[in-house]
């Protein structure tokens, strides 16, 4: 669901990173910023230098974890049953 108002801080980042796949429009517009991709990357590039986050662009904020699981190429190690823990 869409932010009823622009995101500041922690938050604004938490919520790019999680729409950071779908691009900035859709991005902005779940962070409460709309249509108004200037101030919304304005505000998030504030968020991050506070949090010690070197981001450029909206994309660094997926995880290496994230890209693979889009990707498809992640194996998944776990037992054959409970027992075998």
């Known amino acids: 669901m869409a932010s009823s108002t622009p995101l500041q801080g922690t938050e604004l980042v938490d919520c790019a990173r999680a729409n950071a796949k779908q ?3 859709t991005a902005a517009l779940q962070c409460g910023y709309g249509n108004d991709l200037n101030t919304f990357s ?3 590039k504030t968020a991050c230098e506070q949090m010690n ?3 450029k662009e909206l994309s660094e904020l997926i995880t290496d974890q994230e890209m693979i699981l889009q990707m498809g190429t992640g194996e ?3 037992p054959d049953t409970a027992s075998e823990l």
């Open 23 to 25: 691009g900035i429009e």
């Open 42 to 44: 304005r505000e998030l």
């Open 53 to 55: 986050l070197q981001v």
């Open 76 to 78: 998944i190690v776990a």
